[in-house]
Structure formats: C-alpha cells, structure tokens
C-alpha cells in the first residue's frame, strides 16, 4: 500500500542552528574513529554557503544538576575527575567504561560531553517554540546512564526528550536513522508510555541489539537492514512503515537522530545511501509533527559527512543546493584527513559537490517483509 506524504507540520519558525566552537578543538587521542573534523566541516561549508548569515544559537555547557536528571552521580564523578586528572583509575575503567581504546580519555572530555548535552536540551526548549532545531553535534545515542558506550560519554538524545516531558508533553517519538542502533535512547525510555522509539540500522553491526521483534512492551519498533541499503529501499521504508508508524503516534514532539554513518563510503558499515536520500527522509519526519530536534550522531568519513550534515542544514530551510562548490570550498575539502578512508578512495564529488549521485535499486523482498512486519499492531 502507498502511503501520502506527510502535509507540512505547522512550524511557526524558521528553523535554528545550535554550535559551539569546543568542536574544533582536538579530541579522542590518537587513531580513534572520531578523531576527525566533522561538526566544524559542516559548519564551515554552511557559513562558506552563505546559510549562517543569522549565526546560530551558542550552546550552553550543561550543569552537574541537570546531568544527574538521567546519568549516575559516581558516573558523572567519575568522568569529571578523568578530565582533571587527564587519566582513569583502573577501577574506573572496569565500572564505566572509561579510559579504553573505545572510550579514551582526553583534554576537556567533560566539557565536550557537557555541551553535547546542553546543545541538545536547547535545541528542545527552540523546538518547543514552534519549529525545527538542529543540532549537529547532538546523537551521542549510545551514552548509558552509568556508562560510556560506543564512543558516547553522555546521551544527549535522552536530555532532549527529558526536556520535552518536563515541559509537560506525552506524545514524544524518537527516531534514529544511524547505522549503529540507538540502544542508550531505547533502554531510558522502555518503560514510558510517554516516549515511542524507532531504530533503522544496519543488522549485525555494533552493538548487536535493536532486532526486528524487539518491541519493548510496543513502545519501540526495530528495523535492523541488511547491509548495501540503497536510497530506494530507504525510501520505500519511511513512505510504507516509518512514516506511517510516526503519524500514528500523533506526536507533539519529534526528536531525530540522523547520522552520517548510513552514506556509502563511511568505513564503518555497509550501507549504500546518498545523502540525498538521507534529506528526504528527514525532512519527510519533520513534517509529522509541530516541533521537531534534529541531532548528528555516528559518522566516520569526514568529507560524507560533512557534507551531508551541511546539505541536510540547506533542507530544512528549502536552501537551494548548488551544483559545485566555490573554490574555498573545494579547499577545505581537500584538506580533510580520515586514517580509515584510503586516498585512493576518496571519490571525486566528494572534493567538488555538496550532493551526493543518487544510488536508486531495486527494493529486496527482505525490505518489503521488514516494513510489513513492524507495521503490524502485536
């Protein structure tokens, strides 16, 4: 069955941008998968673009009160001390996940941490105004209450949803389209009927949960994709189940997590989409609901997502995407580095374009099969 696209959500603003500058400051060590330039290249492109000619909204470092609305007190401790001591005690390392080759400690891990968390409970407060809040440097998803998980400190998605139902909503959906699944959002929300989950990642990937029959007592739908996920087949996801799962819920409030690491060429999953595709099925979430927090997350190829984060700043706003970018643009691309993306296949448009070739296909039967079984109510 073809489901409509969505009618526009009454947005009453236009749509906000939310940064720091402690993005560009260097962070993770050493041959780490993050230890890239992400944020600050798509701001970059963005204000090389012409797009942040208003600024953006400056985010604030979030308080040891406000973490301790979701993470642990010896948690939030024990991480502090890390970044004064510039170290971790062995003991620590085995409680929390602290100082490994996964979760390293580094120079101003705690304030980095903090912001992400303070960006994404402003971005919620704009977004509650009446419209769409970005926040690039947000969708740290696998954060856990009283442990680092998956190079995520704090899970600032959970804030943002804090946010919302302390201002008193109860129809909050979360959406994760990242490759690796939003585990650390589901666990903090599995027992609130006011909050509804929905994970699209790649199966078999890291950390291995989110299958297709978890459902979290119907609070949380899964859809683990096998790997080379094209944008056609994406596309057929969110127009036949993700699409019409959100507007069942009739939320208030939607809060996205969008990734980068679902775009063919990032070193550390399979999947094949452009990020073309990735625009459309943001903007196409966006429209289901009245106030909307769009959040970064994983992504590990700094040219594909940099420029992916910047374009889908372009879509939310109905920016025009040009079709090759100002020299001083090309330059700043070129001059990006990633130890796991080989020279030889750094693809040209990636130096010179902003949008990605679309990578249309066929729609597998596996595809047909996963939408409809989570569209299904038991």
Known sequence: MQHPAPKPAPHKRRPAFVHAEVYRRAA???NHPLAI?????????????????????ASPVASREQLEAFHAQDYIEALYQAEAAGLTPAAHRQAYNLGTRENPVFAGIFERASTSVGGSILAAELALLG??????????HHGQKARASGFCYFNDPVFAILTCLDRGLERIVYVDLDAHHGDGVEDAFF???????????EAGRWPGTGLLHDRRMGRARNLPVPRHLNDSELDYLIQTAILPLVQRQRPQVLVITCGADNLAGDPLSTMDLSNGALWRAV???AACAPAVVVLGGGGYNPWTLGRAWAGLWAALNGFEVPERLPSALNGL????????????????EWLTTLRD?????PVRDEIKAM????????
Request: glycine share 14%.
């Open 28 to 30: 993770y060590g050493q």
């Open 37 to 57: 330039a992400r944020v600050e290249t798509a701001v970059d492109l963005c204000l090389g673009l012409g797009w942040l000619e208003g600024g953006y909204h």
């Open 131 to 140: 419209g769409i809040a970005y926040h690039p440097a947000g969708g740290t």
């Open 191 to 201: 027992d609130n009927d006011k909050v509804f989950t929905l994970s699209l990642h």
């Open 283 to 285: 903007t196409g979430l």
């Open 333 to 348: 691309l070129k001059g990006l580095t990633c130890d796991l993306v080989e020279d030889e296949d750094i693809r040209p």
């Open 357 to 361: 070739p679309p990578n249309h296909g």
């Open 371 to 378: 939408a409809d079984t989570i569209m299904r109510e038991a």
